[in-house]
Every structure is written in C-alpha cells, then in structure tokens.
C-alpha cells in the first residue's frame, strides 16, 4: 500500500520525455490506482496507511475507540467539513454496540442512526468520499469501511441572484453547494425524467459536477458528448465553471460566448424543457448550459413573466442599442472624419465648432474616453458596493466635464461614449455584452482609416465568423442562420405563450410538442369571452330579487 503513495512522478529519477507523459498520465489516475488498494482486515494497516497518506494534514482527524471490548474501531474525517453533531451520535451508538455485531454489513444496516451510507472496499472511494466531507468508520477484522454521509460544512443561505436580477419572477438564485441547487431544480421539475449524472473533475481538488437533462427531451448524442468532453479534461483543478466553460468549448479564440452560465434555477429549468443539458459545479453559484446560441444572449427571463407585447419591445429595445454598442464610436469617427455630408448642415457646424480647439484626431479622442470609461467600469466593480456606483458615476461625470473644459476631449465625443456605456448594459447576458465591449474597439479602429466601407467590412467578417461557430454541433445564429422559421416567433419577437405550442427546432429533440391545443381559441368556442356562462354576485341577486316581486 506505501508503494501506491511513494508512486509520484517527481520521484521517479532518469526518466525520458515519453516516459514522463506515461508518469504524469499515471498522476491523474492516482485515484484510480487507489481505488484497486484494498482495505486490510487488520485496523492498525489501516491506519498506518491512513496516516502515511495524510501527513501534515492538520484538518484530518482519526479518532480511534472500542464499539465493544477488545474490538478497535476508527473514525476518519475532515474537521469543519463534518456534522459533529451527528458525528457524536453515530460514536455514542456505537460504542453502547454489544452481542458481537461487530460485521460491516450488519452495523450499516441496523445499528448506525444514519439515513445515507455506503459500503467500501478501496482506498480510491473512501479517500474521495472521506475529502468530500462523509466520515469513514473501519473496524478490525472487517477488510471494508462504511461511509457515513454527515456532511455539515457552513454554506451560504439562497438569496436573490446578483448578476440576473428581475422585477417580476423567482428571486432564488444558485449557491456554492452542489445539493442545494440539485434539489432548486429538482423543486422546478418534479419529474423521475430528470436525470442528474454524477461526476468529479481535477487531479487535486476532485471537484463533484453533476450533468442534467430530461432523457425524454435531451438527445443521448447531445448528453454523451457532454460527458465525453469532461472526461477528457485532465487539469490538476476546477475552482469555478469558469474554467470548465473554457475546456469544454467549441471554438476556443472566439470572443463570443458559446456556454450560457446563470444562477437561476428557472433559467436552468426552462433550458432543460428545451432539450438542453445543464452543468452544476460544486463551489460556484454559476450553472452552465449548452447548447447556447446568439439569440439567447438578448434573452431575459423576465421577459416571459410579463404579457408578450412588453417582451417583444425589449428585445427589440435591446437590439437597437446592441448595434449602438458595437458601432456609435465607429461612427462618430467615421462621420466626423469622412462622411461630414451625411449630418445635416447645422449639427455638422455644432460638432465642428466643439471639435475645433481639440489637438487631437476624432479617434484618439474616442479611444481616450472609451478606455478611460472602461476604466471607471473596472474601478466600480472591484471597490467595495458602498462606494463602488457612487465612484463610477460621479467619476464619469467629473473626468468628463473636466476633459471638455480642459479641451482633451469634445462634448460631442462624451455624449457618444455615455450612450455606448448604456447600451452595453442593456444586453442580458454579461458575457455577451463583455464581447461586444471588446469588439467595439476593432470597428472603431478601421473606421477611423476606412470610414463606413470599413465598418460595413468589419460587419461582414463578424457575421461570417457567427455563421461559423457550432455550439455542440447547433449554428450559433440559429434560427435566423440556417432560417427555421417556426422559431421565429421567440427570437427577435416574443410571441404568446399560447401561440408558441413547439419546442425550439433548430437544435435536435426527441418531443418537440410543447402544448395540445391553443387555450385563448378553447375559451372562445366555449363562450367564456363575453361572460354570458359567468355568474356574477350582483347578478345573481338582481335574479333573486326579480323572483321575490313576481
């Protein structure tokens, strides 16, 4: 059992390169290697190799007792990850144990007042299990150790998520634990379809995920592909679905996002109804979602709790100010620069006039006041909530009347930079809106030498370069690039509830059936819209009292 933690490819002297790439694949599967060490019937083996491979490790506790005279027992666990509370009362049941049940199977089974438990005969599952937070319980003469499943480590309480705030809507959002948001989706879709596939990522920190779909939705190419690609990620750790999100990725030099993250547990529901698979990552709050195409990006959950006709105003409201993001900068330099014609005659002079005292050209004057409101942005979110807005809007407003009045900037230009801001807050999805920021820059830097012909090239390559990404095999300018009509009616517009009686088509289904029938034509064939079968109270007593005079 020493040979398996003296195995470490640093130790190994004289090795060759392929020699090194077989040692450090043999380093990722060190768990796996101690899953084939078996546990040894003698406890004080156990113990040895318990201790071996825990050395320094200060937080690890083995706490050694008798369930019976002359019967050692053992107690492994993590202090701070444990429940000492249920961990006393499992240590008072068993040392009170007596008439020889002193068997594995026979103590998990009847004697220890715990609901979750399992059986174990390697060192690979008890170390996972044990690190995870469980507590391992090994007894002499027994070659198998039970895990106790009485975690207790401190977690914070669900609140209302910060990046995905709604006027009207649930207002729980993800936490750090990976059960508790398990069980937040599984309040949403109380159904055994719901599948939740268990798994661990990263060398040292084993980190727990967990895959969910609906196996009546999801196609099983789309979930094993999933799990294949986590599978093959060998890394030492995964802190955040951050890092996932960047392993598992379709096309890794994009500036867009192909993996929809959220912490809302209704977002992760409505995508899972859609046939999408969901990641959960312990330690974060963020789930991932795949697949994730562009249109979802202007998407907001609000916007099917409210009536559809305020939903479709948003997203178009959305729209225009996603294209103002990109290209008001550009613009305005381009304008300015080249195409003064297209301003009428007095707004030209206006922005002449400002422009005229100014030592620089119009694109360095928008580079100045965009990288310095990008700044501000920066500076807002790293300082401390009290004072992080109040430092970010008054700063804008300082260091942009003071650039006009030191005449580094125009007026003109501060105006346009300020819309660019607003707009780019407009986008739902935070990761869109930070690769629209960033490619904000480019447009602005070929219309300075181009002009429009510039902005229109820049335009062309971006397109190209959307039609051409795949996110888990789905177009991501689906369903407008390749065009599927049905989908329409949820993409730049948000129809009815009751008109949208299919699932998404673009991407592949099994039921693509959402609703039977359309509720608003049923109410009206059953004469439910002018009132005539309801029964209203003044009614009813007008009635009443037409009878009592006749």
């Given amino acids: 059992m020493k040979s398996i933690l003296r195995k470490r490819p640093s130790d190994r002297p004289g090795e060759n390169d392929e020699q090194s790439e077989l040692s450090d694949s043999l380093d990722y599967h060190f768990i796996e290697e101690l899953k084939q060490t078996k546990i040894s019937l003698l406890l004080h083996e156990n113990h040895e190799f318990i201790k071996a491979m825990f050395q320094d490790c ?33 240590m008072k049941s068993l040392m009170i144990l007596g008439g020889g049940q002193t068997a594995i199977d026979r103590i998990a089974g009847t004697i220890l007042p715990v609901s979750q438990t399992q059986i174990s005969d390697n060192y690979g599952d008890l170390l996972v299990s044990v690190l995870g937070g469980d507590t391992a319980l090994l007894v002499e003469g027994n070659a198998k150790a039970i895990l106790l499943g009485i975690r207790g480590t401190d977690k914070r309480s669900v609140g209302e998520p910060e990046t995905e705030t709604v006027v009207r809507g649930p207002k729980e959002g993800f936490v750090e634990s990976i ?61 955040e679905s951050g890092m996932l999100e960047e392993l598992i990725q379709d096309e890794w030099y994009s500036p867009f996002p192909q993996i929809q993250y959220t912490e809302r547990p209704d977002v992760v529901a409505s995508a899972l109804l859609q046939g999408r698979v969901a990641i959960l990552v312990d330690g974060t709050p963020f789930a991932l979602v795949v697949p994730f195409v562009f249109i979802q990006v202007m998407q907001a959950s609000e916007d099917y709790y409210e009536r559809y006709q305020i939903g479709t105003l948003l997203r178009l409201l959305r729209y225009i100010f996603l294209f103002l993001s990109l290209t008001a900068p550009a613009l305005y330099v381009a304008i300015t620069t080249y ?24 694109v360095v004057e928008a580079l100045i006041m965009e990288i310095t409101f990008e700044a501000l942005r920066e500076a807002g979110i790293r300082l401390p909530k009290a004072v992080g807005s109040a430092v970010s809007i008054l700063g804008a407003l300082v260091v942009g009347q003071a650039a006009v009045q030191a005449g580094i900037v125009s007026a003109p230009i501060v105006i346009v930079v300020s819309i ?54 789905v177009p991501y300018l689906s369903p407008l690039g390749p065009l599927s009509a049905g989908d329409l009616q949820d993409s730049l517009i948000r129809s009815p509830l009751w008109a949208m009686e299919k699932r998404p088509a673009f991407m592949a289904i099994q039921d693509t059936q959402r609703m039977d029938h359309k509720l608003p034509q049923q109410i009206k064939e059953d004469g439910g819209v002018d009132g005539s079968r309801i029964q209203h109270e003044h009614k009813a007593s007008e009635e009443g009292k037409s009878n009592d005079s006749s």
């Fill in 179 to 239: 059960r508790t948001n398990t069980s937040m989706i599984r309040r949403k879709l109380k159904t055994p379809r719901l599948k939740m596939k268990s798994m661990s990522v990263g060398k040292e920190s084993n980190t727990a995920l967990v895959v969910c779909y609906l196996d009546d939705l999801a196609m099983p190419s789309l979930v094993e592909e999933v799990v294949k690609r986590i599978e093959q990620i060998k890394i030492d750790a995964i802190l």
């Fill in 58 to 90: 200060s937080d690890v506790v083995v706490r050694e007792f008798e369930i019976e005279p002359n019967i050692p027992a053992m107690l492994l666990f993590v202090d701070g990850l444990t429940n000492t509370q249920l961990l006393n009362e499992t």
């Fill in 420 to 473: 660019t801001g607003i707009a780019s807050f407009t986008i739902p999805r935070y990761n869109g809106a930070i690769a629209i920021r960033m490619l904000r820059f480019p447009f602005l830097i070929v219309a300075s030498v181009f002009g429009f012909y510039g902005i229109i090239f820049c335009l062309m390559i971006l397109f190209g370069h959307m039609a051409n990404l795949r996110s888990f095999g």
């Fill in 339 to 362: 195409h003064h014609e297209l301003l009428p005659t007095t707004l030209m002079l206006s922005v002449a006039a400002a422009r005229e005292a100014i030592p620089f050209p119009a």
